[in-house]
């Protein structure tokens, strides 16, 4: 059987060393922990499409395709086992201020220090992280034999 994934794309908003996360509510999935700006791929829609997308739906900003940078990805397998990809868009500039823009599955917006998530963030959305603020292109997160150590255990 052909293997399938879902495609993810999650938003790096950063402003004096401090990146945007929200913290995630009433979703059925790591509510209270902290998740960046993120979404799937819908049907037909490109990865570039989707996150710009999703930083209106989820924040209220808009972003031009020519100010973002797929920085990094990472191939992550949640603890109940579903797999899913995930790449990081790292937008260089956006219009508009940054708000909650969907109460019902956010309960707040908030800027942390790039190296230093809370302790309840979305580990998948931590490995990112860290690898962004490291430069590396690629990172594997909840797999039996990361090809990233630092990441082991998250």
Same mark, same amino acid.
């Given at each position: 059987? =052909?293997y399938? *994934? $879902?495609?993810?794309?999650? %938003? /790096?908003?950063?402003r @004096?060393?401090?990146? /945007?996360l929200?913290? +995630?509510?009433?979703?059925? $999935?790591? @509510? ?8 799937? /791929?819908?049907e ?8 710009i +997308?999703?930083? &209106?739906? !989820?924040?209220?900003?808009? %972003? @031009?395709?020519?100010?973002? @940078?797929?920085v990094? *990805?990472v191939? $992550? ?9 995930g ?9 508009? !201020?940054?708000?909650?823009?969907? =109460?019902?599955?956010c *309960?707040?917006?908030?800027?942390? =220090? /790039? ?7 979305? =580990? $998948? ?8 603020? &490291?430069?590396?292109?690629?990172? %594997? ?9 630092? %990441?082991v255990?998250?």
């Open positions: 059987m =052909p399938t *994934s $879902y495609v993810d794309v999650l %938003l /790096l908003l950063v @004096d060393e401090h990146v /945007l929200a913290q +995630r509510f009433d979703t059925g $999935y790591a @509510d209270g922990d902290w998740n960046l700006p993120s979404g799937k /791929l819908e037909g829609e490109d990865m570039v499409a989707a996150v +997308r999703e930083a &209106r739906e !989820e924040i209220d900003v808009e %972003l @031009d395709r020519a100010d973002l @940078d797929m990094t *990805s191939h $992550y397998l949640n603890p109940e086992g579903h797999a899913r990809v790449f990081f868009f790292h937008a260089r500039q956006w219009r508009g !201020e940054p708000r909650n823009a969907e =109460p019902n599955k *309960s707040q917006i908030r800027w942390f =220090p /790039l190296g230093q998530p809370p302790a309840n963030t979305v =580990p $998948y959305t931590h490995a990112g992280i860290e690898l962004f603020g &490291r430069g590396e292109p690629f990172g %594997l997160q909840g797999w039996p034999h990361p090809a990233v150590p630092a %990441l255990g998250r």
